[in-house]
């Protein structure tokens, strides 16, 4: 398979993962935005690892894992949190700095 | 005059006696100021709780004072005269590098003489406002204001450099300041008090910078450095710094051309008038002068400065003395008078310096005593000052009348009352020199002599002789002006305030002769002024003193004439234009004003209209900007989170286009 493939593949999972953060205001579903762009980012790092024999692209994947993981914890404990005090997930809501 | 004496005199002036460090009962000599300081501490802390008794503390600490000024005569006596040059050490007060000023007293004839002075006639004064302060609410601030005017003037006497001279010094004009407004309730007396506090700041900037070209020309600013360092430094710099002085001793003690705050300071209490002429306040530019004297010995255009302001200041008094109808403004003018006496006896130099000391102790005790019987004369006419409404005061106020009578034959010179030996000295001190200066100055003092007499015999006809002029309740007819004035019940005053005038009243009359018994008074000054050999003037001592006597006697039969034969009017004549020129102080507010005030206050305006327009302009302007550029960026700050991410995805593509852009 031609580099060219995975690229366009890791462009559109970004490009659809950038839409849903701006456009959803389920906070969950901005949620799974972040986690689609992070994993486009993933896709492309490990190509880059293979096409050039080195292994340092597929660890630096592993680490965004890692902290991906660890943002998705924190991330869904103060959305939860939210929703128990607010009754609602949407993003747009919590916009308590403007006033 | 002043060069041919300083050839009369090369060195034998013996200013810089080396001084010994104080042992025994003179290093109690810090007590002299403790003890009234301590008073107005303890006055003006305790507060009202100390209202019943605290003007007896204020009298207390006064007299303390005294006797241990008395005690300190006595153990000073008892040493030979070279070793009367006594230091105590107090404390390192400033220790910065070249300049390491120590605090110190100075205990010589000199000092010890105003202390005498200061304590013993401030404690009469003390005594008597417990009488005449015995109605107003506020007597314990008055009587702190006092102990703190004490302590301040003997910081000033006692100190043994210029620095701590200058701490008592600013003492004594902020405790003037705060007793002239005493009764700061009525605008005019505020008025007063900060013009009085205003003329003395000028005078105080003449002190700063004589006490920096001190600094700048010895690297100190002690009396035995700068004093004693005098002969290797420029008579130029001599000069500057005798004039500075002399502007400072101008602001304090009311000479010319500084001198217009000395009658609006009457609106103080009659007690602060008769220690700020007599003792505490407008004596310390002739004390300065004197004590300074090395420096102007060194500076013979300094002194003929000296001498002119004297001369200008004596006459300028006595003209002014001669219009007044207000007693305590008389008695001002009269002061200013006698102050210029003792300056021009102190720019004669070393022939002048115990002279003016002399005149200026029992001038201390005739002006206390006459000021504290004006008081006594307002006691008994409800606070009446105008002399047009007095007259015939003497069958109603026997004791004032009587010790009146003495310090009027004081001030006038009349022999054997103190003012005679005193005055009558610096007349003929005066006629001493070659060229012109005897011939003026001597004529100025002779002329100040005459208008002396007639002035005071004025105030003194005036209020004590000639036809009554106040509202006795029955005799006067009902209808005319004089009816409609309150009705008079004049009564002497409490026996409180009659002793005080008596002891002064003895003073005024014998002081003069028995301190002059053998010139005992310039033998106990000489350790610090210098001997001096008789001089002749250029008149006969005889001719001066018929002359003196026969102008004394010429404006004390003028005044009788004209104020105790003749009916005074009620009504305030029109007069001449000398007459006019000399109610209005010699029109010398109105040149203040023209010069000083009015341009002063154009400058104010110029100043606050540049301000508002230029600096709050900019300033202002500026913060205007600010706001509306925040109004349009406000704006971007939605609040919403989803238009944040926008914004970063936005920026990151535009970063990365950017970047891609430039690597094409």
């Known amino acids: 398979m031609s580099l060219t493939n995975y690229l366009v593949l890791a462009s559109l999972l970004f490009a659809i993962g950038a839409s849903t953060v701006l456009l959803r205001r389920n906070a969950i579903v901005v949620f799974m935005g972040v986690e689609l762009m992070l994993n486009a980012t993933n896709l492309l790092l490990v190509t880059f690892a293979r096409m050039h024999g080195d292994l340092s692209g597929q660890v630096i994947a592993f680490f965004v894992m890692v902290v991906a993981a660890a943002e998705v914890v924190i991330g869904l404990a103060i959305i939860v949190q939210i929703f128990r005090t607010r009754r609602s997930a949407s993003v747009d809501d919590v916009n308590l700095l403007k006033s | ?664």
Request: proline share 4%; charged share 10%; hydrophobic share 55%.
């Open chain 2, 1 to 664: 005059m002043t060069s041919s004496i300083a050839t009369h005199l090369p060195a034998a002036v013996a200013f810089s006696t080396a001084s010994v460090p104080a042992e025994g009962l003179l290093s109690l000599a810090w007590l002299l100021v403790a003890l009234p300081l301590a008073g107005a501490a303890t006055l003006l802390l305790v507060g009202r709780r100390a209202d019943a008794w605290g003007h007896w503390l204020g009298v207390l600490a006064s007299a303390a004072s005294f006797l241990v000024g008395f005690a300190m005569f006595i153990a000073l006596l008892g040493r030979p005269a070279d070793d009367r040059i006594v230091n105590l050490h107090l404390f390192d007060w400033i220790p910065a590098g070249n300049l390491n000023v120590e605090a110190g007293l100075q205990i010589d004839p000199l000092s010890l003489t105003f202390v005498l002075l200061v304590t013993f006639v401030g404690t009469l004064i003390h005594i008597y406002s417990v009488a005449y302060m015995e109605h107003d609410v506020d007597r314990r601030r008055f009587f702190a204001y006092l102990n703190l005017f004490v302590a301040a003037m003997l910081v000033l006497v006692l100190a043994d450099s210029y620095l701590l001279l200058f701490v008592g010094w600013e003492g004594v004009g902020l405790v003037s300041y705060l007793l002239i407004g005493f009764w700061f309730q009525s605008t005019a007396n505020a008025v007063a008090a900060k013009k009085a506090f205003i003329a003395n700041r000028i005078g105080d900037l003449g002190l700063l910078i004589a006490l920096m070209l001190m600094f700048a020309t010895y690297g100190a600013v002690d009396f035995t450095t700068v004093l004693g360092g005098v002969d290797g430094v420029s008579q130029g710099t001599l000069t500057a710094i005798g004039l500075m002085l002399l502007l400072a001793a101008c602001g304090k003690s009311a000479q010319f051309p500084l001198q217009s705050w000395l009658g609006d300071a009457m609106a103080g209490p009659t007690p602060v008038s008769a220690l700020i002429h007599a003792a505490t306040m407008v004596t310390a530019g002739v004390y300065l002068i004197v004590r300074s004297g090395p420096i102007f010995d060194g500076a013979p255009d300094a002194q003929l400065v000296v001498v002119i302001v004297g001369a200008i200041t004596l006459i300028f008094g006595a003209i002014i003395g001669c219009a007044k109808d207000d007693i305590k403004k008389a008695l001002a003018a009269s002061t200013m008078s006698q102050i210029g006496y003792m300056i021009l006896a102190a720019g004669l130099g070393p022939i002048g310096y115990a002279l003016a000391i002399f005149h200026l102790v029992t001038h201390g005790f005739f002006k206390a005593g006459l000021f504290l019987g004006a008081g006594s004369v307002m006691h008994g006419m409800g606070d009446q000052v105008n002399m047009r409404q007095f007259g015939a005061l003497r069958t109603y106020m026997k004791a004032t009348y009587i010790t009146f009578a003495f310090g009027w034959l004081a001030i006038l010179g009349v022999p054997p009352f103190s003012g005679f030996w005193s005055k009558d000295k610096i007349i003929e001190a005066a006629f001493v020199g070659e060229g012109w200066r005897p011939w003026v100055f001597g004529t100025v003092a002779l002329l100040g002599a005459g208008l002396t007499a007639f002035y005071m015999s004025r105030v003194f006809f005036m209020t004590f002789f000639g036809a009554k002029r106040w509202n006795d309740g029955h005799k006067t007819r009902p209808g005319t002006a004089l009816s409609k004035q309150p009705v008079q019940h004049p009564h002497e005053s409490p026996r409180l305030m009659v002793w005080p005038m008596i002891v002064l009243a003895i003073g005024s009359a014998a002081l003069g002769g028995l301190l002059s018994i053998g010139n005992v008074f310039q033998t106990w000054l000489e350790p610090v002024t210098g001997h001096v050999e008789e001089h002749e003037p250029v008149l006969a001592v005889w001719l001066i003193m018929t002359l003196t006597l026969a102008l004394v006697a010429a404006g004390l039969w003028l005044a009788y004439v004209q104020y105790a034969k003749a009916p005074v009017p009620v009504v305030v004549p029109v007069g001449s234009v000398l007459t006019r020129a000399a109610r209005k102080d010699l029109y010398q507010d109105d040149v203040n004003d023209a010069l000083l005030v009015e341009p002063g206050k154009y400058l104010t305006r110029s100043l606050v209209y540049g301000d508002r327009q230029v600096v709050d302009g900019a300033v202002g302007g500026l913060g205007h900007i600010m706001v509306r550029l925040g109004e349009v960026v406000r704006r971007s700050q939605t609040g919403y989170v989803r238009s944040y991410a926008a914004m970063m995805t936005v920026g990151l593509v535009a970063l990365v286009a950017v970047v891609l852009a430039t690597r094409i």
